[in-house]
């Protein structure tokens, strides 16, 4: 069974750094083919693809956060960390990490959990 | 950026009836779209990939179709279950993004 669940719900203050980890199990990053992705939704909004990692540790982000963003991963400990820097209240949101599926669908997901960006 | 319109935003219906969702692509995206379901509180869950392949376990009353700007999600006939919001995903260029998604609520 493939289970993935992210970090525990933070509160950062604007201009802060966030990291969060997906924690996973079922499968490993070291395998041929595997990425994790982080995808997030604002309160009430839709979602917003974030970054992928894959296993050969290629890695893609979305533009207009690619300053800000940071994936790595930790195939030992079956983890994949996000970072975003330079925290903005607009940034609140559910953030979830996912398994990429086929070729870049994600399923399953985490349970997400909620980034509040609040002085 | 590849746009993704959902239509309609809320869509309003009875168990039983059947549900059309249309997601318009800003490009041509080919087959390249997947549609989520997600229920309030929850992690969405991958419904239908590459516009027509039913993710496993997912029931046959969804069902998919289209191809380059326009894709269409369907619901035979609504189980209570059923009553969520739904997104389509498009893979076709970076950056992958969702649509605005669709919400089907009980009439």
């Known amino acids: 069974q493939i289970t993935l669940k992210e970090s525990d719900p933070t509160l950062v203050k604007p201009t802060q750094t966030l990291t969060l980890t997906c924690t996973f199990s079922g499968f490993s990053l070291s395998t041929s083919g595997v990425a994790v992705g982080w995808i997030r939704q604002p309160p009430g909004e839709a979602l917003e693809w974030l970054a992928i990692?894959?296993?050969?540790?290629?890695?893609y982000y979305r533009p207009s956060l690619k300053s800000r963003l940071t994936i790595t991963k930790d195939t030992s400990k079956n983890q994949v960390v996000l970072t975003m820097t330079d925290m903005d209240p607009v940034d609140t949101a559910r953030y979830y990490c996912?398994?990429?599926?086929?070729?870049?669908?994600?399923?399953?997901w985490g349970q997400g959990t909620l980034v509040t960006v609040s002085s | 950026e590849i746009v993704l319109t959902q239509s309609p935003a809320t869509l309003s219906l009875s168990p039983g009836e059947r549900a059309t969702l249309s997601c318009r692509a800003s490009q041509s995206i080919s087959i390249n779209l997947a549609w989520y379901q997600q229920k309030p509180g929850q992690a969405p869950r991958l419904l239908i990939s590459d516009t027509s392949n039913r993710a496993t376990g997912i029931p046959a009353r969804f069902s998919g179709s289209g191809s380059g700007t326009d894709f269409t999600l369907t619901i035979s006939g609504l189980e209570p279950e059923d009553f969520a919001v739904y997104y389509c995903q498009q893979r076709s260029y970076w950056p992958l993004t969702f649509g605005g998604g669709t919400k089907v609520e009980i009439k």
């Open positions: 990692i894959y296993w050969n540790d290629d890695k």
């Open positions: 996912a398994q990429r599926r086929g070729d870049l669908w994600f399923d399953p």
